[in-house]
């Protein structure tokens, strides 16, 4: 295949024959993303299009515990994840015996388990959340108390939204999130989880956490009229510089529906790039400087290659998929 439009007519033909849908996060390469997804969207977004399929194949151009959800809600159906090192950091940071342990610390509090998880983490939990729903998965829960796993910075974004406090256990300290966004305390002692409303994970986005507040400083002192947008798994000290903060596909959204003279991106630089491929007339700062590696193992010549060889197929055991199902589809009907 001799260029990228000629392999994504490929893919596309092969996609046909194959009766297969593909889907595509919004942090895929703009050649990808313009090209061969049926779908583009969020991860909640991108849940629900999984949830709803009727294609024998869904290829799933995101991260591994993407296109698990995908099959989780599927298993019937085949799934491909085009590059099978396409991980994530937060989903690294756990695993399901962590969550076994933290249940028998805190015995009969409800687990949220954000999204970014595998399987087997989420079939220890009660209910997942996105970066969209996730204060509203833990207001929606009749517990004063909710374990929240596995993002540090999301759970101090969400208990900041909510008006809650945090605790994190791993490193036994209690991070009260106050008006600044800083934590306020955390004297070594062991704190018992009436002490806090939410039970805290220390596991980081390693895009999101590179950014800092001097970024954003620096980039309104040159720009004065920049608006600032950043992704929830940035530190509560960053969000609270932005003038937005939201999941990704609400980033979208909100750079569409203003009109602002420019804007600055606190996510995933693929996604700049592909709102500016959408949208010629805006003006995106260009201060990217973070590609997630995990993403950006997904091409074009990978999505080729899984198509046409049927490779890379999601497997989830059973037990642990039935489980996953629970947290995942409560997630769906809360919001
Ligand atoms: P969204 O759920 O906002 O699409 O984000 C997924 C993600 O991996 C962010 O780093
Ligand atoms: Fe995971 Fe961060 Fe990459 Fe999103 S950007 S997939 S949270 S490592």
């Not at 969209?132 to 208990?159: G, H, K, Y």
Request: one cysteine or more; aromatic letters at 6%; proline letters at 4%.
């Amino acid at each position: 295949l001799r260029n990228k439009a000629e392999m994504a007519a490929e893919i596309n033909a092969l996609k046909q024959e194959q009766n297969a849908v593909i889907l595509g996060h919004n942090y895929m390469e703009p050649a990808l993303f313009h090209t061969i997804p049926d779908y583009t969207g969020s991860s909640l977004e991108l849940s629900r299009r999984a949830a709803e399929a009727e294609a024998d194949t869904i290829v799933f151009c995101g991260v591994r515990f993407m296109a698990e959800t995908a099959k989780i809600v599927n298993p019937d159906k085949t799934v491909l994840l085009p590059a099978e090192e396409a991980g994530c950091s937060l989903a690294e940071s756990i695993t399901a015996e962590d969550v076994r342990r933290l249940r028998e610390r805190y015995p009969g509090l409800p687990v949220v388990t954000y999204v970014n998880t595998y399987a087997d983490v989420k079939a220890e939990s009660d209910v997942c959340c996105t970066s969209s729903n996730a204060a509203q998965v833990v207001e929606s829960l009749d517990s004063d108390t909710v374990i929240f796993i596995p993002d540090e910075f999301l759970a101090q974004n969400v208990a900041q939204e909510t008006g809650k406090d945090v605790l994190f256990p791993q490193k036994r300290e209690r991070k009260d999130v106050g008006g600044d966004g800083a934590p306020t305390s955390g004297d070594g002692a062991p704190a018992e989880a009436a002490d806090a409303d939410l039970i805290g994970w220390e596991g980081r986005c390693v895009v999101h956490e590179m950014f800092q507040v001097e970024d954003v400083q620096q980039a309104r002192e040159e720009h004065p009229d920049t608006v600032v947008l950043a992704h929830p798994e940035c530190s509560p000290e960053v969000v609270e510089e932005a003038d937005h903060s939201g999941s990704t596909s609400s980033m979208i959204d909100y750079v569409e529906n203003t009109d602002a003279e420019s804007y600055l991106l606190l996510t995933e630089c693929s996604m700049g790039d592909n709102i500016m491929g959408a949208n010629p007339d805006k003006n995106l700062l260009r201060m990217c400087w973070q590609r997630c590696p995990h993403m950006n193992q997904i091409t074009l010549e990978d999505t080729y290659r899984n198509l046409a060889n049927n490779q890379y197929k999601i497997e989830i055991e059973e037990e642990v998929r039935l489980g996953a199902l629970e947290a995942v589809e409560r997630m769906l009907e809360i919001g």
